[in-house]
């Protein structure tokens, strides 16, 4: 339960930071926006991280981890920032985050099918597929102009 009600609320909280990503980018231009999003961002976690874990878990460790790959979370981040606000600019809201949605089920199940990046490799389930075929039908649904 804890973990669908995360989920919600992370569900949420990306809708209203692409908008007021979108809307800021307006007025500063989108990679102004995403730098001060970023750093932000980096702000608030640096802050916690010293309140909350920082006996635990030192900085340095960040140099032992294996696959290096797992360190380009922040550059990722900063091109989804910046891909939900020209999306949310050119499309809107709603159906920026229906297509945002629908890639992010599409490669998440992939990414479990084929076992990538070491997530453990689950069985191809035709129900899994028809499901994704069943919410992108939604989305064409939600798009048409009756």
Same mark, same amino acid.
């Given at each position: ?6 989920? /919600?609320?992370?569900?949420?909280l ?10 800021l =980018?307006?007025?500063t231009?989108?990679?102004?926006t995403?730098? &001060?999003?970023q750093? =932000?961002?980096f702000?608030?976690c640096l802050?916690?991280w ?10 340095? +460790?960040?140099l =032992?981890?294996?696959?290096?790959y797992?360190?380009t979370g922040?550059?990722l981040g900063?091109?989804i =920032?910046?891909t ?5 600019s050119? /499309?809107?809201?709603?159906?920026a985050?229906m297509?945002?949605?629908?890639a ?5 199940? /992939?990414?479990?099918v084929f076992?990538? &990046?070491?997530? +453990?490799k ?8 028809l499901?994704?075929?069943?919410f /992108?039908?939604g989305i064409v649904l939600f798009?048409?102009?009756?």
């Amino acid at each position: 339960m804890f973990g669908m009600i995360v989920a /919600l609320v992370s569900g949420a909280l990306m809708s209203i930071q692409g908008i007021f990503n979108t809307q800021l =980018t307006e007025k500063t231009g989108s990679w102004l926006t995403n730098t &001060f999003v970023q750093l =932000t961002g980096f702000l608030l976690c640096l802050c916690i991280w010293m309140v909350k874990e920082r006996k635990d878990a030192k900085f340095a +460790e960040l140099l =032992t981890v294996e696959p290096k790959y797992l360190l380009t979370g922040g550059i990722l981040g900063a091109f989804i =920032t910046f891909t939900v606000i020209m999306g949310m600019s050119a /499309l809107g809201p709603a159906k920026a985050v229906m297509l945002i949605v629908s890639a992010q089920l599409i490669v998440a199940y /992939l990414i479990e099918v084929f076992g990538w &990046f070491g997530v +453990e490799k689950v069985g191809f389930d035709w129900m899994k597929l028809l499901g994704t075929g069943f919410f /992108l039908a939604g989305i064409v649904l939600f798009k048409w102009k009756g």
